[in-house]
T-cell receptor, first 114, second 114 residues
Framework: GDSVTQMEGPVTLSEEAFLTINCTYTATGYPSLFWYVQYPGEGLQLLLKATKADDKGSNKGFEATYRKETTSFHLEKGSVQVSDSAVYFCALMNYGGSQGNLIFGKGTKLSVKP | DAGVTQSPTHLIKTRGQHVTLRCSPISGHKSVSWYQQVLGQGPQFIFQYYEKEERGRGNFPDRFSARQFPNYSSELNVNALLLGDSALYLC?????????????FGPGTRLTVL
């Protein structure tokens, strides 16, 4: 079945450091890919998305490119801030097999130190 | 505009009991999905409802059931609670059920089973 694998955390960075969180997926067909963020005590917020190969999603300085050849959707940010501390989830939605529900990775906790 | 609301925020139950969780979607959204997020894991899909009909079901036992009402709000019911049902239960609403639309998540209900 469809699945998402993302790098284990926690990830601890200093403010203004470069961030990469790796995400790879397994899916039939052509899924849409997402990054969600969960701040402490809150629900999930959509950070960015890409719906087809080579699309780049971007928001709040975060970027991710849909790479079909490597089945990857790595999240990057050039300069992280303390306020970026949260748990980040990579997810896919495959309409063919799963009728529009999201399949999530296990999450990567990011801590940014001042 | 109000986002997705869920009630209660927290609850504590004992093994064998029954629980009902409630969700109100964003106004105008006709589809509701339920997810279970066990501590340290990504959310897992339980159900999706659209126009009061079940559109998808994840790999959960029959102890889990749900329904959607004419006003598009939804209930998730869990019978014969087990310790392993302790989790954050997330509700998400979308404008449509069949095609891709962003899923907006509520803050969740934290269920503890003792």
């Amino acid at each position: 079945g469809d699945s998402v694998t993302q790098m284990e955390g926690p990830v601890t960075l200093s403010e203004e450091a470069f961030l990469t969180i790796n995400c790879t997926y397994t899916a039939t067909g052509y899924p849409s890919l997402f990054w969600y963020v969960q701040y402490p005590g809150e629900g999930l917020q959509l950070l960015l998305k890409a719906t087809k190969a080579d699309d780049k999603g971007s928001n709040k300085g975060f970027e991710a490119t849909y790479r079909k050849e490597t089945t990857s959707f790595h999240l990057e940010k050039g300069s992280v801030q303390v306020s970026d501390s949260a748990v980040y989830f990579c997810a896919l939605m495959n309409y063919g097999g799963s009728q529009g529900n999201l399949i999530f990775g296990k999450g990567t906790k990011l801590s940014v130190k001042p | 505009d109000a986002g997705v609301t869920q009630s209660p925020t927290h609850l504590i139950k004992t093994r064998g009991q029954h629980v009902t969780l409630r969700c109100s979607p964003i106004s105008g959204h006709k589809s509701v999905s339920w997810y279970q997020q066990v501590l340290g894991q990504g959310p897992q899909f339980i159900f999706q409802y659209y126009e009061k009909e079940e559109r998808g079901r994840g790999n959960f036992p029959d102890r889990f059931s749900a329904r959607q009402f004419p006003n598009y709000s939804s209930e998730l019911n869990v019978n014969a609670l087990l310790l392993g049902d302790s989790a954050l239960y997330l509700c998400a609403s979308t404008l449509q059920g069949a095609d891709y639309n962003e899923q907006f998540f509520g803050p969740g209900t934290r269920l503890t089973v003792l």
